[in-house]
């Protein structure tokens, strides 16, 4: 079993910047690619990013340039950079953890997830 725990969201200006963490306890380590998910009210949870147990990573158009995730392996913790935060990327954002595995946007294909932070973005 692997739990995680986000944490670091809140509200922020348009423009600004936050940085999530999601921290990973159990049966978690360095195998384990990890996801970055979002979720606005009465939307679909969709993919943002990931980065894989070998360290490549992957971004949803709509945050690639903006967003950064990285990983602190000996943490067991995976963080998303947020910069240059719009309105629309306001929602709740989760992690997901897949062992082992490559590229993936679907979240059918991650095996755990953490309870998710919220993020808000005023204008």
């Known amino acids: 079993q692997v739990q995680l725990v986000e944490a670091g969201g809140g509200l922020v200006q348009a423009g600004g910047s936050l940085r999530l963490s999601c921290a990973a306890s159990?049966?978690?380590?360095?195998?384990?690619?990890m996801g970055w998910f979002r979720q606005a009210p009465g939307k679909e949870r969709e993919f943002v990013g990931v980065i894989t147990w070998g360290n490549s990573e992957d971004y949803a158009e709509s945050v690639k340039g903006r967003f950064t995730i990285s990983r602190d392996n000996a943490k067991n913790t995976v963080y998303l950079q947020m910069n240059s935060l719009k309105p629309e990327d306001t929602a709740t954002y989760y992690c997901?953890?897949?062992?082992?595995?490559?590229?993936?946007?679907?979240?059918?294909?991650?095996?755990?997830w953490g309870q998710g932070t919220q993020v808000t973005v005023s204008s």
């Open positions: 997901a953890a897949r062992y082992l595995g490559g590229f993936n946007r679907r979240t059918s294909a991650y095996d755990y």
């Open positions: 159990g049966r978690a380590d360095s195998t384990y690619s």
